[in-house]
């Protein structure tokens, strides 16, 4: 469904992406691994056309994404540290992002937002929200026009664990229905039971795309979080 | 693009200062009006209003309000828009705001008191020079990241557009003095759209005098009719430029 | 009192009986293209001194028409005489000719020769009116003329330069005329006067002739008033003259690098008062001009009202208004010998604590950059501009260019009401 080649960005002299390519299918859940400064936000955003590769490419769908946007109808985000016009209220913001991706056959999955009962603090102002009620919207609004591909950056963050539980139990349901989920995280404990692949990244470069059942082969370990620690140790 | 002008607009109607800006103007136009008896004389005073006052503005306002924006534009440009829809569509936003603030602070007024070529021509004058300098100041702010920088390139070339390019044209001319400089002096009135519209307003307030002053290249290039829709082409191209550099930029630009 | 007003009587008595005597006597001879008799020339041939031809309507094409004695000549229904552009159309050799009501058109044209639709040749006391002149070289030509009328004559030609063109009202070495009236269009100069004196120019409307609306050249003695002078090549010129009176005039809309509402050359003792100078160029240009009185003029909306020449000494300009001018005054000395004062001056900033209507301090009436622009004219492109703003506050507050006795120590707070009319 999306398959990176060879994609290089560099900010100045460093170099954020090296040569990363990548596949990621339907139905598949991967989980983006690495320590800070990886590049594993780069890399999204690249998926995302919001950072632009200086040389290979990205598809989605077999289509080039670049100079392509239509391909976005089709992925919610939900960004690491979700900033928004300070003067919107949750309402507002809820209503442009739904007028600006308005798309008649798509059912509205506002589940979240009653789950994470936004509902009730509609007028409030974005300004004034905590990072949490603020990570709250993001996620909502990254699953709110069902889309077939869910990339969440570091979704946890800053969530008590009742909504990490609530969230994780959404992206469990969502990869259910076929859906692929990309997940950033760095809290692998979080991510043991829903995660079908890993890909692990350092200094910008891919060390390995594996599916979770080969890495606990290779390594003998079951849980996610051993696993790749024994990586890194090797 | 219709939907996230009104989102900008609904964004910048929010914003006190464009309506303090708004009230800044009509309380000038007005006074200008009112304490001068003979609202010609109130046109000179504005003059200086629409050509220094209004591009500061526009471009300060515009770069500022860019960097601001910052969050708003990471967030529509991970939805499913073009980029270059969001950019216009937040030139679209800043242009027509600053532009209504300009049409009822200043141009109501003029054409109250002064309704007369002079005053139409300095009110379209107005509004083109804010379009212009939006425009300029998209691309500052696309070209620079850090947001003190953008405003410090962004007040400069203000700097530049009212003062020193007129400073160093002044001084050229007065050391080339011997030569014929008329055709000189058109194309250097064609590289700064504030001296454009300087001269497009003294063609409606001072003919008589530029009629005589400069010889019959002046009057071949500005006096006619297809002269003035040359500058206005020219001012146009001005406009369009930046906004068109300012687009590819932000195309490619990382967020 | 009493001896003069009868003696008056008597003189009108007499007068009326010649007249009485002359309309028994003369005979009035119709001339009409059907015959009997077609031809004006053999009608003024046949005609005796004091006769009255009467021209019906009709189209004349024939070669010059003579005038050689004292007739009263009247076209009915403007009949036309064509020159057929080959001839001068009437020669008047005789004094006391009337020539009225006549279209003329098509004159000859002459690199060389002055070929002039009415020429008035040594002659006294003719009147040339009510006359419609077309494609005419010269219109109403007068040369040597006395005492004569050329009065409600519309003159209109389609010059497109100098060299081709013509004058409309061309008079030299003549004296004593009247030319009240007229409207003159698309010659070269509208009115030209050379070496004529104690002539009145009034009520005329010259617009829109390729070099002077009125050349005026040592002609001395002379008045003209309540003309206007609109959108000509030049303006008007007035040189190598003294004692002229213009008064009640308009000029306007002349504009050019060397178009002047007046332009003033070698004059002395004349006056100039209560004339508009709106929309010019340059209002009033002097130079080598002498003890001239400039008063009670509106100067407005023009680019220089007045621009003074360092060749001109003891003129005074008072109680005018300057208003919606580019720039009130400009010089090319230094050394100003001219007197302003009493003017009302619209960029006047200065205050009136007595309130006795007359600013407190002095009216500089020319800007440093008015002296910039007449130095290098090029930079006028950059008039108004902040550059040149500050420039112009900076000589305000610290001066160093501007000529320090140009100014008017008595300014006006206020502007004069109903100067002109």
Redesign the interface.
């Given at each position: 469904m999306i398959i990176a080649t060879s994609v290089t960005?560099k900010?100045g002299k460093l170099t954020a992406l090296d040569n990363i390519s990548a596949t990621c299918n339907k139905g598949q859940t991967i989980s983006l691994i690495g320590p800070n400064g990886s590049g594993k936000t780069t890399f999204i955003?690249c998926l995302?056309?919001?950072?632009?590769p200086d040389s290979g490419f990205i598809t989605f769908n077999k289509q080039n994404i670049a100079h392509n946007?239509?391909?976005?109808?089709a992925?919610g985000?939900m960004?690491q540290i979700g900033?928004?016009?300070?003067?919107?209220t949750i309402a507002q913001v809820l209503d442009?992002?739904k007028?600006?991706?308005k798309q008649s056959a798509v059912q509205l999955d506002e589940e979240l937002i009653h789950l994470f009962k936004l509902d009730g603090m509609l007028h409030k102002r974005m300004g004034n929200l905590s990072g949490g009620t603020r990570q709250k919207v993001s996620a909502s609004l990254a699953f709110l026009f069902n889309p077939d591909v869910l990339i969440l950056d570091e979704p946890t963050a800053g969530l008590d664990p009742l909504s990490t539980e609530i969230l994780k139990e959404k992206i469990r349901k969502e990869k259910q229905a076929g859906k692929l989920v990309l997940i950033t995280s760095h809290i692998l404990s979080d991510l043991d039971d829903i995660v079908t692949e890993v890909i692990y990244m350092e200094e910008g470069r891919l060390r390995f795309h594996k599916s979770l059942n080969q890495l606990q082969e290779d390594t003998g370990e079951k849980k996610l979080s051993r696993a790749i620690a024994q990586v890194m140790g090797s | 693009m219709k939907k996230i002008i009104k989102y900008v607009l609904l964004d910048l109607l929010r914003n006190r200062i464009v309506i303090a800006y708004t009230l800044f103007l009509a309380v000038i136009s007005m006074s200008v009006f009112n304490l001068e008896d003979n609202p010609s004389k109130g046109i000179l005073s504005l003059l200086n209003l629409v050509l220094i006052i209004v591009p500061l503005v526009s471009i300060v306002f515009s770069t500022i309000y860019v960097y601001n924006a910052s969050e708003f534009i990471e967030l529509l440009v991970s939805q499913p828009l073009r980029r270059v829809n969001i950019w216009l569509s937040i030139f679209t936003g800043l242009a027509a705001s600053l532009c209504v603030a300009f049409l009822v602070g200043c141009g109501v007024p003029v054409l109250i008191y002064a309704p007369s070529d002079v005053g139409i021509m300095m009110t379209a004058m107005g509004l083109l020079i804010t379009i212009i300098f939006v425009a300029i100041a998209l691309l500052a702010s696309v070209l620079t990241r850090d947001k003190a920088k953008g405003i410090g390139v962004a007040i400069l070339l203000w700097f530049y557009f009212t003062l020193i390019f007129d400073g160093i044209v002044l001084f050229l001319l007065f050391q080339f003095m011997d030569y014929p400089m008329e055709k000189p002096m058109i194309v250097f009135s064609c590289l700064n759209p504030i001296d454009l519209a300087r001269i497009l307003i003294l063609l409606k307030l001072d003919i008589s005098a530029l009629m005589g002053a400069t010889s019959a290249i002046f009057r071949d290039f500005f006096g006619y009719q297809w002269g003035i829709v040359a500058t206005l082409l020219i001012m146009t191209t001005w406009a369009g430029m930046p906004l068109w550099w300012s687009v590819r930029k932000f195309n490619r630009k990382d967020l | 009192m009493k001896s003069l007003n009868s003696h008056m009587r008597k003189c009108s008595l007499v007068l009326s009986l010649i007249v009485l005597a002359m309309t028994t006597y003369a005979k009035t001879w119709i001339v009409r293209p059907a015959g009997p008799l077609q031809s004006l020339q053999e009608a003024i041939d046949n005609a005796m001194p004091g006769d009255t031809l009467l021209v019906e309507r009709g189209v004349y094409r024939q070669p010059t028409i003579i005038v050689n004695k004292p007739l009263y000549i009247k076209g009915i229904g403007y009949p036309v005489l064509d020159g057929q552009k080959k001839y001068e159309i009437m020669v008047i050799k005789s004094s006391r000719v009337v020539v009225e009501g006549f279209a003329i058109q098509h004159s000859g044209y002459s690199g060389y020769n002055d070929i002039a639709a009415i020429r008035i040749l040594n002659s006294r006391h003719v009147i040339i009116r009510n006359n419609k002149l077309d494609d005419t070289f010269f219109g109403i030509y007068s040369q040597h003329a006395v005492s004569c009328t050329i009065s409600n004559n519309t003159l209109h030609s389609n010059a497109v330069n100098e060299i081709t063109s013509a004058n409309g009202i061309h008079c030299w070495k003549s004296d004593s005329m009247q030319i009240l009236n007229n409207t003159i269009t698309g010659h070269r100069d509208g009115i030209y006067f050379e070496f004529v004196t104690n002539s009145l120019i009034k009520n005329n409307i010259s617009t829109g002739n390729v070099r002077y609306g009125l050349h005026f050249m040592f002609s001395n003695d002379d008045t003209y008033m309540a003309n206007q002078f609109k959108n000509n090549g030049a303006g008007v010129a007035v040189m190598f003259s003294k004692g002229v009176t213009m008064l009640q005039n308009l000029f306007s809309e002349n504009w050019g690098g060397a178009a002047y509402g007046i332009l003033l050359k070698e004059i002395s003792d004349s006056r100039i008062e209560r004339n508009r100078f709106v929309r010019n160029t340059t209002g009033i240009y002097m130079e080598g001009t002498n003890r001239i009185h400039i008063a009670q003029n509106l100067f407005d909306n023009n680019g220089w009202a007045l621009k003074v020449q360092a060749s001109c000494n003891d003129n005074t300009i008072t109680q005018n208004n300057f208003q919606g001018n580019s720039f009130d005054v400009a010089t090319n000395g230094t050394l100003v010998l001219n007197t302003f004062n009493n003017n009302y001056w619209d960029k006047y900033e200065g205050y009136d604590l007595n309130h006795d209507g007359v600013g407190d301090v002095p009216y500089r009436p020319v800007s440093l950059y008015a002296m910039i622009a007449e130095r290098n004219p090029v930079t006028m492109m950059l008039f108004r501009s902040f550059i040149t703003g500050l420039l112009d506050k900076a000589e305000k507050t610290i001066p160093g260019f501007i000529p320090e006795n140009l100014k008017d120590d008595q300014p006006r707070m206020k502007a004069f009401k109903n100067l002109s009319l």
């Open positions: 960005k900010f955003k995302l056309g919001m950072v632009v946007w239509q391909y976005r109808s992925i985000y960004p900033r928004y016009p300070e003067n919107m442009m992002m007028d600006i991706r | - | -």
